[in-house]
Each structure stands twice: as C-alpha cells, then as structure tokens.
C-alpha cells in the first residue's frame, strides 16, 4: 500500500530501503526497542537517521495504541 503511494507521488521506491526499514521494524519488535548497535548501523547504512528510527519506534506505538482502543471500544 505505501509503495504504491509512494509511487503515484512520483518517487519511486528503493526495494533495498524499503527492506532495511522492514528489518528494523521486525527488530524493535523483537528487542521491545532494544536494538544493537549493529542493528541501528545496518538501518543508517541505508540512508535512515536515528531521528528515522525514532519514527519508526513512534510508527509502532501508535499502532499498538489504536489497535488497543479499538479492541477496548469494540470499533468496527
């Protein structure tokens, strides 16, 4: 979905960055957010900062925030 729309912006997505954010994601998952040093590396070599992996971080909470409300509320 957000290569597509990344796509009809007119950028076109680097699979190799698209993974490396996918990576880190499924990393700070696993860690509960404490990746290592290496694992932060790997996702700045691609061209992400660390500010990219606080915003990945955030992705995540806010992500498990909404889905936690709706679960409580019974949203549809």
């Known amino acids: 979905m957000h290569e ?3 796509a009809a912006l007119g950028a076109a997505p680097d699979p190799r960055r698209i993974e490396a ?3 880190f994601t ?3 998952l696993a860690s509960s957010g404490a990746v290592s040093d290496g694992e ?3 996702f700045q070599a ?4 660390r500010r990219n992996a606080l915003e990945v971080v955030l992705g995540i909470g806010a992500y498990t925030l909404s889905t936690f ?4 509320t019974r949203a549809a």
């Open 40 to 42: 932060l590396a790997e």
């Open 21 to 23: 954010v996918r990576r």
């Open 4 to 6: 597509a729309k990344l």
């Open 69 to 72: 409300a709706n679960r409580m």
């Open 26 to 28: 499924r990393q700070v």
């Open 46 to 49: 691609h061209g992400y900062t």
